[in-house]
């Protein structure tokens, strides 16, 4: 017996094989989730992603994943997304947050056509410049 998921699922290959949308395309979540990661960089007051033990292991291995600390559920043409961040100290973390959820879905939907649903995010951490990242900072911006 089938469930009602997969009726519908079967509905819709028949549909594909007998229409003329025969054609299709399909995004992979983790070129979602890449898309995603280049939007979180353009977000003031979020230092970065936080992915874990692993994630952390493979950056000291040299290799950086720029979806680290991203989740993508991709439901047909929906999409919703769980970020893991770290904030800067300072900032505000309700806009930060506010200011990130807007970047990624604007960023994701213009890209990939498809409807971000919802965007998530869990701080899971405050970034605390060393001094010599400080002077760095204030270097870099005047």
Same mark, same amino acid.
Not at 39 to 55: F, H, P, Q, R
Not at 57 to 62: D, N
Not at 66 to 82: M, P, Q, S, T
Not at 105 to 126: A, D, F, H, P, Y
């Given at each position: 017996?089938?469930?009602?998921?997969?009726?519908?699922? *079967?509905?819709?290959?028949?549909? &594909?094989?007998?229409? %003329?949308?025969? #054609?299709?395309?399909? @995004?992979? $979540?983790?070129?979602?989730?890449?898309? *995603? +990661?280049?939007?979180?960089? /353009?977000?003031?007051?979020?230092?970065?992603?936080?992915?874990?033990?692993?994630?952390?292991? %493979?950056?000291?291995? +040299?290799?950086? #994943?720029?979806?680290?600390? @991203?989740?993508?559920?991709?439901?047909?043409?929906?999409?919703?997304?769980?970020? &893991?961040?770290?904030?800067?100290?300072? *900032?505000?973390?309700? #806009?930060?947050?506010?200011?990130?959820?807007?970047?990624?879905?604007?960023?994701? /939907?213009?890209?990939?056509?498809?409807?971000?649903?919802?965007? &998530?995010?869990?701080?899971?951490?405050?970034?605390? $410049?060393?001094?010599?990242?400080?002077? %760095?900072?204030?270097?870099?911006?005047?």
């Amino acid at each position: 017996m089938m469930t009602a998921a997969e009726k519908k699922q *079967a509905e819709a290959a028949l549909k &594909n094989i007998d229409g %003329a949308d025969a #054609d299709s395309v399909r @995004i992979s $979540p983790d070129v979602i989730g890449i898309i *995603a +990661g280049i939007a979180i960089g /353009e977000v003031k007051g979020i230092a970065g992603m936080s992915g874990g033990i692993v994630g952390g292991i %493979a950056e000291k291995l +040299g290799r950086k #994943d720029i979806a680290k600390g @991203i989740k993508v559920h991709l439901d047909e043409d929906k999409v919703r997304i769980d970020l &893991n961040v770290i904030v800067d100290y300072g *900032a505000r973390i309700m #806009d930060a947050a506010t200011a990130l959820k807007q970047e990624v879905r604007s960023t994701v /939907e213009k890209i990939t056509g498809l409807q971000v649903v919802s965007v &998530n995010i869990n701080v899971q951490g405050i970034h605390i $410049p060393r001094e010599g990242e400080e002077k %760095a900072e204030k270097e870099g911006d005047q």
